[in-house]
């Protein structure tokens, strides 16, 4: 009789240990342990780190020593057909490669998938694996995003290896995997979603990339955190890890690279979500300022920079008296500190007093902005929503804010003038010393040197 050996596994930062734990020794996470099953001849190698290190070893088979300046093949890059996705992966797919993209449910994962499937088999055979719907509902989603290939395959199968063997007789180029969650390993006797699971069928998927040099996309569930649900060491394995985040209940939708071994991790894709599937956002500024109110107090709009792009967005600001004696702050889109501070700064330098108002910040179009570039624009609406004067329509500002009330350099001052300028916006106010540096100003431009948060107040609107 085979005998099984149990231990437990974090799933944050794969500690493991014999008992189960509430509380992970290594990582601090709670609840965090999951039971895995080894046959006892496989329980030595079980045996904590060595797991690990077997999985993370690849197989590439016997190699010699090679002298790095030989033989240099460049990378096999094919465009999905979508330049929003092409630049968050450097350029392309990388032949070879094994990307994760991972969302929450419904964000539209298998939407964007399907239609770079489409794109990618125009010149190469795709296989596109689904462990969550029917081949049906597969071709009804299929039907309405107009996808139709002669050289497009869909399987419906959730055994790992019975997909490799099927792979095996139609050599695809390309295998999407939806999602690595539902995948299992038939040999290994956890059950599916299991971080055992997901370790062991990737490990699979990916041996197969790195052997014959199939593209993979895998599809990743997160958890209630935000995470990619299952193992932490999932993210380590494959090239490039995607998040695709937006609002639900917006169109808007970004794609960010949290990793890639193959291109920078700054770049984002912008998606707007409709009936015809997933189309791409060339000018995502254009589309944020759309519904812009005019003449309305408590907004500024901000230029920041999203990897190399510049991108203009609105903050907003409502200040509303309270009686209550602790005032409520509250941010969307926006670092909470930050407002707190910018708040603090305003109050101190310029004397207006925000205590008896409760104070909302949000940013427009679901975006997140981390910049400090935008302080300048978050001033100028907080000022303008406490005093009621409204920021004209065609001012935009950015600039940080140190505590003293100064306003200092941002980068890349000239890409985020010249944006600005193309939207229309000809009132541009920047910090000082970038004033000074600035060597072309757009044809109808006026520019507007800020040197502390006292020179924001002559901006507002008579
Ligand atoms: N007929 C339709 N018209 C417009 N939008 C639709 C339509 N059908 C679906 N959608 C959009 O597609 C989204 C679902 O997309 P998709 O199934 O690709 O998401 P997913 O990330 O793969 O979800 P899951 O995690 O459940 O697999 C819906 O939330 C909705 O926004
Ligand atoms: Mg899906």
Not at 233 to 245: K, N, P
Not at 360 to 377: H, L, P, Q, R, W
Request: hydrophobic share 40%; proline share 4%.
């Amino acid at each position: 009789m085979i005998k099984k050996k149990t231990i437990y596994v974090c799933k944050s930062c794969d500690y493991q240990t014999s008992q189960w734990l509430g509380k992970c020794p290594s990582c601090g996470a709670w609840n965090s342990f999951e039971e895995e099953t080894y046959d006892d001849d496989k329980a030595a190698a079980a045996d904590k780190k060595s797991v690990r290190r077997t999985l993370l070893a690849r197989d590439f088979g016997e190699s010699e020593p090679m002298l790095l300046s030989e033989n240099v093949p460049d990378y096999l890059r094919s465009s999905t057909g979508m330049g929003e996705f092409d630049r968050v992966l450097g350029g392309g797919l990388v032949s070879g490669s094994v990307v994760l993209l991972s969302g929450e449910p419904g964000i539209g994962k298998s939407t964007l998938l399907l239609q770079i499937c489409h794109s990618l088999s125009q010149t190469k055979k795709v296989l596109y694996v689904s462990g969550e719907e029917s081949a049906a509902q597969i071709a009804m989603r299929a039907k309405r995003l107009g996808v139709r290939s002669e050289s497009l395959w869909v399987l419906t199968e959730t055994d790992a290896s019975k997909v490799l063997e099927k792979a095996d007789k139609l050599s695809p180029d390309v295998i999407v995997v939806d999602s690595i969650q539902t995948m299992y390993h038939s040999e290994s006797a956890t059950i599916p979603g299991s971080i055992t699971q997901i370790r062991e069928s990737s490990a699979m998927f990916i041996n197969r990339a790195k052997t014959d040099g199939t593209a993979v996309l895998l599809v990743g569930h997160v958890n209630k955190e935000g995470g990619i649900a299952g193992p932490k060491i999932l993210e380590h394995m494959v090239d490039t890890v995607l998040y695709f985040e937006g609002e639900r209940r917006q169109n808007f939708r970004l794609i960010r690279a949290m990793k890639n071994r193959f291109g920078s991790t700054n770049e984002i894709g912008v998606f707007e979500m409709t009936d015809k599937g997933l189309r791409e956002v060339e000018n995502p500024s254009e589309m944020l300022l759309s519904d812009r109110p005019k003449n309305v107090p408590g907004n500024c709009a901000v230029c920041v920079m999203e990897g190399t792009r510049p991108l203009i967005a609105e903050i907003q600001a409502l200040t509303s008296p309270t009686v209550f004696p602790s005032p409520r702050r509250m941010s969307t889109g926006i670092d909470y500190g930050r407002v707190s501070l910018i708040i603090a700064v305003i109050e101190k330098r310029l004397g207006l007093a925000f205590q008896a108002h409760d104070v909302y910040v949000n940013v427009i179009g679901g975006i997140k902005i981390d910049e400090t570039a935008s302080d300048a624009a978050m001033a100028m609406a907080l000022i303008s929503s406490v005093r009621e004067l409204a920021v004209p329509d065609d001012l935009i500002a950015f600039g940080e804010i140190g505590l003293s009330g100064e306003v200092r350099t941002v980068s890349r001052v000239e890409q985020r003038v010249a944006e600005a300028a193309r939207l229309g916006f000809t009132r541009i106010a920047i910090p000082r010393r970038c004033a000074e540096r600035l060597d072309k100003i757009p044809d109808g431009v006026k520019i507007f040197p800020i040197n502390t948060v006292f020179d924001l107040l002559p901006l507002m609107a008579k």
